[in-house]
């Protein structure tokens, strides 16, 4: 009897100490991947390679589903928030180009053929032209403030969110946004719309 009692006792000291290793190791675990974050978020951060890589693949994703858009997806979705989502993530090099004189002559001749010429409009150009005039037209609080703080980011990721879960509701589920025609292209694009504004948020949580 007391054989077994002292067995009992050992086993249980044994599992207790086994379930002290298993609990430091999940601490230690927890402590590296918090350094490694801390690691990462400090050399990526705002200027870093990983978020103007996001920034560029978002702009670039947005600009691929407004082109689809307007040519072989006809959704009936609210993609014309695909403008304002390019507008905010748009790079800097390029926003700066398209706010300046460039952008300027750009709009200006869109204006004068949708003024004059609009029997030759094509209605493709309608969403290009109006992000054309935001970026001409955008007040300084917009195009300066918000664009690169977390006001904007957050923006972004409320576009990508309500895109992405209307495009899973129109195809009939999240299997079928990955299946019908063209839904694994969308899907994808919508996808790497919510992958820059994530990332920002996590490194302006860091």
């Excluded at 379930?19 to 430091?24: P, T």
């Excluded at 801390?38 to 200027?47: C, E, F, I, M, T």
């Excluded at 609210?78 to 709009?107: N, Q």
């Excluded at 576009?159 to 292209?185: D, K, M, P, V, W």
Aim: glycine residues 8%; charged residues 15%; neutral net charge.
């Amino acid at each position: 009897m007391v054989r077994g009692i002292n067995d009992n006792l050992a086993m249980k000291t044994e599992q207790m100490a086994l379930a002290n290793l298993i609990d430091y190791d999940m601490n230690e675990l927890k402590i590296a991947l918090t350094s490694l974050i801390h690691d990462a978020a400090r050399l990526n951060g705002h200027g870093g390679f990983g978020t103007h890589f996001l920034k560029w693949l978002a702009s670039f994703a947005a600009i691929y589903l407004l082109i689809l858009d307007r040519t072989n997806w006809r959704t009936n979705m609210l993609t014309s928030l695909l403008v304002p989502y390019i507008f905010f993530s748009l790079p800097t090099g390029i926003f700066h180009l398209l706010r300046g004189e460039v952008g300027k002559w750009i709009a200006f001749i869109a204006v004068v053929l949708r003024l004059f010429f609009h029997r030759h409009f094509p209605d493709w150009l309608e969403m290009p032209g109006c992000l054309i005039l935001l970026l001409v037209v955008a007040p300084n609080l917009f195009a300066y403030t918000m664009k690169d703080d977390w006001l904007g980011v957050v923006v972004l990721l409320i576009i990508g969110c309500y895109l992405l879960q209307e495009h899973i509701r129109a195809t009939g589920g999240l299997r079928n946004s990955f299946t019908q025609t063209h839904g694994i292209s969308n899907t994808i694009g919508l996808l790497l719309l919510l992958a820059y504004p994530i990332w920002s948020i996590f490194i302006f949580m860091m």
